[in-house]
Each structure stands twice: as C-alpha cells, then as structure tokens.
C-alpha cells in the first residue's frame, strides 16, 4: 500500500498486493498436485465420485482466491467533487464505485483476530452501515500500525 497523492482536496491510496498474488499462485501449483492424481485414476478407470467432487472443489476454491487476490485497488477521495472512487483491476475486468463523501461515517482498522485482517486491513464504514475496503495487503510486521495509521490519515483528511 502506498500513498500517491495526497493534498487539501485529494488523498489517492494505491495497492497492488504482490505478496498477496504470491501466496494466490502457489495455491494454484499445489492444485496441481491433486488434479494429477485425478487424471492418474482416470487413466486406468478407477475415478470414484468422491475424488471428481474434491477435486471440483479444490479448483473451484483455488480459482475463487486467485481471481479475488489479484486485483489492484486503487482508492482516491476527492473533496471538489464530494465522492470517493474506489477502483479495483483485476484479472477479469475492471469495477469502479463511487460513494459520496458525505455518506463516510468513519474509517476503521480490522482488529488481528478479524477475519479480513489478512488481507483488506482498513475499511470505510457508510451510513448505511456497508463497509468498504480501501487497499488490499498481506501485512506480515506492525499490520495492525498501519492499519491504524492509514485508518486515521483518512479520518484526518475527511476531517480537515
């Protein structure tokens, strides 16, 4: 996660999750290893119906965590116009939202026990109680500073 601008009137958050993508495609190699396994027991007609369901779901949840942790997200929030735009890139396509400003209730800092902590640290909280990522990172040292310090560079900016 780095910080690409940040003004009076602008503050642009980008992450592009490398160690993140890391970890997607080592996953996909050690799928490998049972789909060989699956193809070995086609070859000689002893595929059972448990190994072709484990191994759809091997592929399944594989493929899901690889396309979810490969996307470059990029946050800005922009005071002349009143929104923040939140722009994610991924392997399959591009999805951009818009929220307004005035919407933001506060920005907060997932604690280490939660769930998403590993992977979106800081999230927007809207009125409407909806809670928006800002970047995507693995956060292996002082994850939960970071967290804390970019959960309150936001605060101060929509503050300011």
Known sequence: MQILQHTSTNLTIYSRPILLW?????????????????????????????????????????????FDSTEIMTSTFDKNRGVVTIREQGLLGTKVSKYLLTDIRDA???TDN??????????????????????????????????????????DFLNS
Do not use: W
Request: glycine share 4%.
């Open 108 to 110: 907060i800092a997932l």
């Open 22 to 66: 890391l970890f997607a495609s080592t996953s996909l190699v050690f799928a490998a290893f049972p789909i060989k396994e699956i193809i070995q027991q086609y070859r000689f007609r002893t595929v059972r119906f448990g190994s072709i369901l484990f191994l759809t779901i091997v592929i399944v949840s594989v493929l899901s965590n690889f």
């Open 114 to 155: 939660s769930d998403d902590m590993a992977t979106k640290p800081v999230r927007l909280l809207l009125a409407s109680g909806k809670e928006l990522p800002v970047f995507r990172e693995i956060g292996l040292f002082n994850s939960q500073q970071k967290a804390e310090a970019t959960a309150n560079l936001i605060r």
